[in-house]
Antibody, heavy 118, light 107 residues
Framework: QVQLQESGPGLVKPSETLSLSCNVS????????WSWLRQAPGKGLQWIGY???????NYSPSLKSRVSISIDTSKSQFSLKLNSVTAADTAIYFC????????????WGQGTLVTVSS | DIQMTQSPSSLSATVGDRVTITCRAS??????LSWYQQKPGKAPKLLIY???TLQSGVPSRFSGSGSGTDFTLTISSLQPEDFATYYC?????????FGLGTKVDIK
């Protein structure tokens, strides 16, 4: 059973880079597209992007200029970098496994709140 | 991007009620639709994928239907643990988008 766990700073200053990691356990990294999503306080879900085990990526057009997702299969880990953050990037960030066959995200990490503030 | 519109945005219901939530896509998405349940402080949980296939372990009181642009999630007999927010999500293209959610609370 695949399990995911996010880690990273909970507070980032405006204009700086948000960096998070997601540790994957219990499964092969070749079976999914490893994704990041976020949820602003009291709001809906926004897909940020995904990385495949080969390193190929796909990003949301609205964030593409600021986002980078990478993978380290030797560490069973993938990472998110979002640069030039503003208060609008304050959100709970989730990592999740996207199943291409089912077209759905499952499982998810528990989520980590990142606040952008000076 | 494909816009996903859910209705209603919230509803109040009683245990035992039949509840229906609608999701409409801004263009055809065939049956590339999933439903999630989210409780406060928790990650979303996958309920249904490919419009009508129940994820393993999800109670059979949940069901999904639709195709093209119009989809529904039905809870046949609402249980106390079903009070939550529900989201639809399209995977017709790889610019995945979600509806804004439907909050189901206690009447």
């Amino acid at each position: 059973q695949v399990q995911l766990q996010e880690s990273g700073p909970g507070l980032v200053k405006p204009s700086e880079t948000l960096s998070l990691s997601c540790n994957v356990s219990g499964g092969s990294m070749s079976n999914y597209q490893w994704s990041w999503l976020r949820q602003a306080p009291g709001k809906g879900l926004q897909w940020i992007g995904y990385v495949f085990y080969t390193g190929s990526t796909n990003y949301s057009p609205s964030l593409k200029s600021r986002v980078s997702i990478s993978i380290d299969t030797s560490k069973s880990q993938f990472s998110l970098k979002l640069n030039s953050v503003t208060a609008a990037d304050t959100a709970i960030y989730f990592c999740a496994a996207y199943d291409v066959i089912h077209g759905s995200f499952d499982p998810w990490g528990q989520g980590t709140l990142v606040t952008v503030s000076s | 991007d494909i816009q996903m519109t859910q209705s209603p945005s919230s509803l109040s219901a009683t245990v035992g009620d039949r509840v229906t939530i609608t999701c409409r896509a801004s263009q055809t998405i065939s049956t590339y639709l999933s439903w999630y349940q989210q409780k406060p402080g928790k990650a979303p949980k996958l309920l249904i994928y490919a419009t009508s296939t129940l994820q393993s372990g999800v109670p059979s009181r949940f069901s999904g239907s639709g195709s093209g642009t119009d989809f529904t999630l039905t809870i046949s007999s609402l249980q106390p643990e079903d009070f939550a927010t529900y989201y639809c999500q399209q995977s017709y293209n790889t610019r995945f988008t979600f509806g804004l959610g439907t909050k189901v609370d206690i009447k």
